[in-house]
């Protein structure tokens, strides 16, 4: 059973930075590939990035690029989102999800597994 349990979120001011962890178990997850969407309040879920564990092919929204960085750790199994220059527009829910056949997609419908979530809050 797939399990993804993202940590790091929280309260930081604007022009701070965080980095979420996603803990992925239950699997090999060598041929997947990684995406991290977010959800604000009244607002549609949203692609933030992904990556390729194969490869480690990154791909970025237009509005993160060159803030957020992806990335793998293999041996841990585990995913990395580093967020920098945070602004409040970026208050979000930030999930992270699997992708089983190793695609580059920004479609939250293609992603095969979900995380709980977790928040993080940009103050002004």
């Known amino acids: 059973q797939v399990q993804l349990v993202e940590s790091g979120g929280g309260l930081v001011q604007a022009g701070g930075s965080l980095r979420l962890s996603c803990a992925a178990s239950g699997r090999t997850f060598s041929s997947y590939s990684m995406g991290w969407f977010r959800q604000a309040p009244g607002k549609e879920r949203e692609f933030i990035a992904a990556v390729r564990w194969r490869d480690a092919y990154t791909y970025y929204a237009d509005s993160v690029k060159g803030r957020f960085t992806v990335s793998t750790d293999g041996a841990e199994n585990t995913v990395y989102l580093q967020m920098n220059s945070l602004k409040p527009e970026d208050t979000a829910v930030y999930y992270c999800?699997?992708?089983?056949?190793?695609?580059?997609?920004?479609?939250?419908?293609?992603?095969?597994?979900w995380g709980q979530g977790t928040q993080v809050t940009v103050s002004s």
């Open positions: 999800a699997a992708e089983r056949f190793g695609f580059i997609t920004t479609f939250d419908r293609d992603y095969d597994y």
